[in-house]
């Protein structure tokens, strides 16, 4: 006996020894029509029943959601895997599954031949998401939407201390302390240290000067060097011309005092000769100015100042600051020179 659908034949199955055959079968999604056609034998001609109608419908579906890793950090590659079943029978569902982060669709993936479906994103923002799967159906498979998986992005998290908290040093030397950085919810990214706060004349320098944790929220330790009385410099005044307040040249202040008592005698024995006393005035008026200083001539000269840089006594709160991309974490550290 064989049993037709729409002109093709579905299986042909002996008849038993009642006379009567079964068959077993999925039908396509649709509406069918079967006749069930005898070929006959040796003793009995053929024969053809009448046509029976066949209603079947699309087969329900069930789509569960996962991501990994769960939950995750900021920035981390997040795959999202719905996988597609039917709610009876073992078929493998076809089509695209579609996830969303609420009512912001973030993709779409095809369903492959294990009936799941992958996506993977980076985008998420840091805090909490509600992530659905929303599967289309196909020609035998009705469309479902997955129960909502709640996923946390953490944002960058780590905590700082400073020990000891204070430090007490002479001028001229220098001082040390531990820094840790406790990192949290796997945090991994670079992290660099500055100091601001410290005192005059004053650096500090970190070793090493970065830290990055590997994931684990295991403590990590940096070195904080404070050094007092540093960057010393020295500065030397360019040479200048006398000013009035400058010291007088004692040389030519001698020759002044002793030369002008002997000009005026010669001006007296000259008197007659007119021409000649008020050059030799002038001249003695001139050597007596110039000795002391006040025309700004003979012997210029610099003078050398020296600066000297010494970080003042007293206490400062310097404070550490670790920088890890847009989050930071401060530390206070009590810095007292004696």
Known sequence: LSFISGGATLATVPLDSAGTAMLTTAL??????????YAGDANYLAS???????????????????????????????TLTAAIMPATGSGIPTGLVTFSDGSTSLGAATVDGTGTASFS?????????????????????????STALALTINAPAFALTIAPSTLTVAGGSTGQATITLTPAGGFNTQTTFSCTGLPS????????????????NAPITSTVTIATNVQSTSASASPHPRSPFDKPNPTLL????????????????????????????????????AAMGLLGCGGGGGSSKSMTNTTPKGTSTVTVTAAAGTSSQTAALTFTVN
């Open 121 to 145: 994103t980076s985008t998420l923002a840091a805090g909490a998401h509600s992530i659905t799967a929303v599967y289309s159906g196909d020609a035998d498979y009705t469309a479902s939407t």
């Open 48 to 78: 053809t029943s009448n046509a029976v109608s066949v209603s079947v419908g699309m087969l329900a579906t069930t789509t569960s959601i996962a991501a990994s890793p769960s939950p995750a950090n900021l920035g981390a590659s997040i």
């Open 28 to 37: 396509p999604n649709g509406n069918d029509s079967i006749t069930a056609q």
């Open 201 to 216: 004349f004053s650096t500090c320098n970190f070793s090493p000067a970065s830290l990055t944790p590997n994931g684990s």
């Open 254 to 289: 001698a020759l002044a005092f002793l030369g002008l008592p002997s000009l005026i005698v010669a001006r007296r024995r000259f008197a007659k000769m007119k021409w000649l006393s008020a050059p030799v005035l002038l001249f003695a008026a001139t050597l007596a100015f």
